[in-house]
Structures are given as structure tokens and as C-alpha cells.
């Protein structure tokens, strides 16, 4: 069994995601791993170089960097933990990190802030769950 | 800072069954947590509900309900002798619907974390995610952790 030296947590500001960071956290602590929170704007190349504005795309980055700046927050001094901001689309860019980045395991949001509440496992979960290599951790 | 005091592991001595296995006896060592195996026998197709005049013979369901309880012991017992001396393990085998039987157990237990194989030994091979671990996914008031067996054709 692979030890867990790297927890990759996509976070987005909803309660779920909150609650993947605190289960990350105490991953983190027990198998003294790294953490690596990942924003994805859900913003493409194409859109950015033809008709998004300056001001959208700074309010974008700003969106993130306060996510992550909060989660960053939230870990404590022992435990090393780093903020990355992406574009794209969110589960395949948290995909490709997670199999880039020397990734062990991922802990993450059951649903996010997407529009259909009623759903118990959102969109981007059931991505990662199903195309993960490594393990998944799905917090509700 | 939440711990993980127990944890539950579904068991049907499949590939990735077996690294949910791993994965607890990892983690319960690191954390000093109890994990609990439960194996579902599924008879209800077989032993349930069926019209009056059906009337199955009594034996037949006799024997087949030992060797169910046989196969259910013989994968828990898989799984238990996985486990180090150091970390306390034990083995349940229930019989109804596996994903609610799942998480009526981990209620009963009231597990911190379940940790299910990405899939099992069910018919639909080509799923990735199967679909009690996909029940679970949804239903579950603890976290779950699947994880995937390696894979040997690619």
C-alpha cells in the first residue's frame, strides 16, 4: 500500500468543500502528508483571449485566491500546505494535477455550488471518483 | 482536530475490495482506529418473497443459506488475517440489500469512515464505479474513501 505523502483537496467556497478541507486536514495530520488545494475557474483559453474583460477575469482570480487563502488559513503549522489556481474545466483539471502532481490521494466536496441541489454526488465528484487512479475521499 | 476512531469496510473478496482492505489497516494503524468488516449476502432474490404457489422445497433454501454463511465467513476471514495483531478488527455478515445493509451498520457502529473498493464482483464489468459503492457514495452521513484495485489490462 502506496504511503500518502501528497492530499490533493479541489476546493470551490461551498460547505461540502469546507468539510473536505477539515477531513484533509486531519489526513494530513495522521499521515503526515502535504496538502495541495486546487481552484479551477471554470473559464476557458478561448474565452479569455476573446471576450472575457480584464476586470472579469482579475474578479475571477481574486474569487479564487480568497477560497484559497481561506482553506490556507484553516491548516495548522505543522502541517505543509500550498494554493493553486487554474483554469478550465474543473474535473479534468483537477484530474490531470492529481496524475502530474505525484498525487496520493483526493479529498474532496460531495457537491459544490453547482445549480442542481438535489443531487447527492455532483458532476465533477463522479468524474474524479470514476477516473481517479488513486483514491478518493468524498465528504459530504 | 476530528479523528477516525472507526472504520467500516464493505468485503466481497474482489481486486479492489482487498485494497480498501490495505487502505483501512493503513489507516487504522496510523490512527489508532477499530475496522469493522462487513460482507452482504444478497438472498433476498433468493430466499424472498415468493407467490404461495411457487412453494420452494425447504431444503433447497436450507443449504444454500449454510453455503452463503460458509462464503461470507470465508471472506471476512480473508480479510481479518490481513490485519496486524496491533490493530483491532472484526467481521460482520449481514444479508439484505448491500448498500443499505452497509449503512445500516455503519449507523449501528457509528463509523467515522467507510472505505469501499471502487467496484466488486458484480456482472457490469465495464463500470468504473459500481453501484454500491456509488449508493454509498450518496447515502452516507461519514465520509467515503474508494478506492480503485490497479488495474492489469491497459
Known amino acids: 500500500m502506496d504511503k500518502i505523502r501528497r492530499i490533493l483537496v479541489p476546493v470551490d467556497g461551498s460547505e461540502s468543500s469546507d468539510r473536505a478541507i477539515s477531513q484533509a486536514i486531519t489526513l494530513a495530520d495522521v499521515c503526515e502528508a502535504k496538502i495541495a ?3 479551477v475557474a471554470n473559464i476557458n483559453q478561448l474565452a479569455i483571449n476573446a471576450c472575457l474583460s480584464d476586470a472579469i477575469l482579475e474578479a475571477v482570480t481574486k474569487a479564487g485566491n480568497v477560497i484559497l487563502d481561506k482553506a490556507l488559513a484553516d491548516v495548522p503549522e505543522s502541517i505543509t500546505a500550498e494554493g493553486f489556481a487554474e483554469t478550465g474545466s474543473p474535473a479534468v483539471v483537477i484530474l490531470d494535477f492529481a496524475n502530474s502532481e505525484g498525487i496520493d490521494m483526493i479529498v474532496m466536496g ?3 455550488l453547482g445549480i442542481v441541489k438535489g443531487v447527492l454526488l455532483g458532476s465533477v465528484s463522479q468524474y474524479i471518483v470514476e477516473q481517479s487512479k488513486c483514491p478518493v475521499l468524498v465528504v459530504k | 482536530m ?3 476512531r472507526h472504520i467500516l469496510v464493505p468485503v466481497d473478496g474482489s481486486a479492489s475490495s482487498l485494497k480498501a482492505v490495505e487502505q483501512a489497516i493503513e489507516l487504522a494503524g496510523l490512527c489508532d482506529a477499530e475496522i469493522n468488516f462487513i460482507h452482504v449476502a444478497n438472498l433476498n432474490g433468493v430466499m424472498g418473497s415468493y407467490p404461495a404457489f411457487v412453494s420452494p422445497r425447504s431444503t433447497f433454501s436450507g443449504s444454500i443459506l449454510e453455503d452463503v454463511v460458509e462464503i461470507g465467513r470465508k471472506i471476512l476471514d480473508q480479510a481479518l488475517d490481513m490485519v496486524p495483531q496491533s490493530i483491532k478488527a472484526k467481521g460482520h455478515c449481514v444479508n439484505g440489500n448491500p448498500a443499505s445493509a ?5 449507523e449501528a457502529l457509528k463509523v467515522d469512515l467507510i472505505i469501499v473498493g471502487s467496484r466488486g464482483l458484480g456482472v457490469l464489468k465495464g463500470t468504473l464505479v459500481g453501484s454500491v459503492s456509488r449508493s454509498l457514495l450518496g447515502n452516507a452521513n461519514c465520509p467515503v474513501l474508494v478506492v480503485k484495485a490497479v ?3 491497459k
Do not use: T, V
Open chain 1, 37 to 39: 488545494f486546487l481552484y
Open chain 1, 110 to 112: 460531495s457537491r459544490g
Open chain 2, 2 to 4: 476530528a479523528e477516525y
Open chain 2, 102 to 106: 452497509i449503512l445500516q451498520e455503519a
Open chain 2, 151 to 153: 488495474e492489469e489490462e
